[in-house]
């Protein structure tokens, strides 16, 4: 017995499977590990490196290092954008 919606409606069935490609992100260990405009930058020219996608998701975590201090990473859920 398939899964219906809240409303009673039987879910859409899809005609073909995809994959989320994904890549985490973090700056480079050092004095500016926790510099998080230099991140989003970062992140940013990562995005525009791989060209013509589609974003899914982004998750934004701040990590605790060795010594206590906290730095951003980030992980990116995408699709290739359709070529045509």
């Known amino acids: 017995m398939g899964s219906t919606a809240q409303d009673g409606r039987e879910p859409a069935a899809h005609a073909e499977a ?3 490609r994904h890549f ?3 700056n480079p260990a050092g004095p500016e590990r926790a510099d998080i405009p230099a991140f989003l930058r ?5 995005v525009q490196r791989r060209g013509p996608v ?3 998701d982004i998750v934004f975590h701040l990590e605790i290092d060795e010594d206590g201090v906290e730095y951003p990473t980030a992980t990116v859920y ?3 954008a ?3």
Do not use: K, M, Y
Request: proline share 0%; no cysteine; net charge negative.
């Open 54 to 56: 589609q974003i899914q």
């Open 18 to 20: 995809w994959t989320v």
């Open 78 to 80: 995408f699709h290739e």
């Open 42 to 46: 970062r992140l940013a020219d990562e």
């Open 24 to 26: 985490s992100l973090a």
């Open 82 to 84: 359709s070529r045509g």
